[in-house]
């Protein structure tokens, strides 16, 4: 079982990054999908969710109307399309799937800073 989130790094106030979190060794299309961040020297949030059939989706309000969650089951990924990015959303970014159990990723830096 494997997730590998890329799509990290450097952005600006207001700038855009696209998060990818590409599965394998499971069932992706059984999973719920979430993504979730740390903060330097603080606890681990949740941000998002896609659920598995009707892929609905689920945000923190921190992230709602910024952040967008989605899933391709034929790549087996799911992403996180973040724009408007804030100071405050610089953290490491882990993908998650459940079902029966839960697997992580081993996250992605996200740095914001002018």
């Known amino acids: 079982v494997q997730l590998v989130e890329s799509g990290g790094g450097a952005a600006q106030p207001g700038g855009s990054l696209r998060l990818s979190c590409a599965a394998s060794?499971?069932?992706?299309?059984?999973?719920?999908m979430r993504w979730y961040r740390q903060p330097p020297g603080k606890e681990r949030e949740w941000v998002a969710s896609?659920?598995?059939?009707?892929?609905?989706?689920n945000y923190a309000d921190s992230v709602k109307g910024r952040f967008t969650i989605s899933r391709d089951t034929a790549k087996n990924t799911v992403y996180l399309q973040m724009n408007s990015l804030k100071p405050e959303d610089t953290a490491v970014y882990s993908c998650?799937?459940?079902?029966?159990?839960?697997?992580w990723g081993q996250g992605t830096q996200v740095t914001v800073s002018s």
């Open positions: 896609i659920t598995p059939l009707r892929g609905n989706t």
């Open positions: 998650s799937a459940a079902e029966d159990r839960v697997y």
């Open positions: 060794g499971f069932t992706f299309s059984r999973y719920v």
